[in-house]
């Protein structure tokens, strides 16, 4: 029987008892296009469609398969049978690969789980954090880093020896200022060209002095009143 190709026209002739009465699906080695034919003892059939219709020489007719790689050019009449069955075992095996492909694109389409969604969020969350270190490590490694590297920052020892040396200035100066305002007349005769600023620095001690009383006196009173 001669059998056509929907897609693009390409006669294939086959022995008739390779289609069952049932029919079966075949495949265009041209194009693979793949279409159904029923078998002679069945519906009409292609051949019977086109039995009026002269096709090309069969010398220019492309190869055909099939599911089953059945069919056969007009230039090849008899067909071993073992090459038959390695070309019906390539024809399948082709058909279950397509169909593995298309579960496994079927399967990567479908939409992650509530579960396998938050599971992928703790791993990521787990791996971040074996990354990073937290806050806490952070912030003290920084202030290891840069503590010793702080212009701001005096050594304590440096801050307690700078005290001390201000507490002494100061003492040594209040008991200068109380030796000469003691010891007045003693630097006055030994120094007489100092004796008009012994005058001035006495008088304002006396004019502390009094402000000083005042100041005591007022509290007094009003902690008796």
């Known amino acids: 029987m001669l059998i056509k190709c929907p ?32 078998g002679l003892s069945g519906k009409k059939t292609v051949k019977d469609k086109i039995s009026n219709y002269e096709g090309p020489q069969s010398s220019g007719l492309p190869k055909f398969e099939t599911t089953e790689s059945f069919l056969k050019d007009k230039s090849s009449k008899d067909i071993d049978a ?15 690969t397509r169909e593995a492909d298309r579960n496994a694109s079927s399967a990567a389409q479908k939409p992650l789980s509530k579960r396998a ?4 969020t703790k791993d990521n969350r787990k791996a971040h954090d074996k990354i990073l270190p937290n806050n806490i490590e952070i912030g003290t490694t920084l202030e290891e880093t840069l503590a010793p590297n702080s212009p701001d920052e ?16 100061g ?10 305002f003691t010891f007045e007349d003693l ?19 006396d004019y502390l002095i009094a402000i000083r009383d005042g100041v005591l006196k007022n509290l007094l009173e009003q902690i008796k009143n």
């Open 117 to 120: 969604i938050k599971n992928s």
């Open 154 to 169: 005096v050594p304590e020892k440096s801050k307690t020896k700078s005290g001390k040396v201000g507490f002494f200035i």
């Open 187 to 205: 630097i006055t005769q030994s120094m007489p060209q100092a004796a008009a600023y012994m005058e001035i620095y006495k008088n304002y001690v």
């Open 7 to 38: 897609n693009c026209n390409a006669q294939y002739e086959v022995p008739n008892d390779i289609i069952p009465a049932t029919g079966r699906d075949v495949q265009c080695s041209n194009c693979s296009k793949t279409w159904f034919v029923t």
């Open 82 to 96: 073992d090459v038959l069955e390695i070309l019906r075992e390539e024809a399948d095996l082709e058909i279950r």
């Open 171 to 180: 003492l040594a100066i209040i008991g200068v200022c109380w030796a000469a």
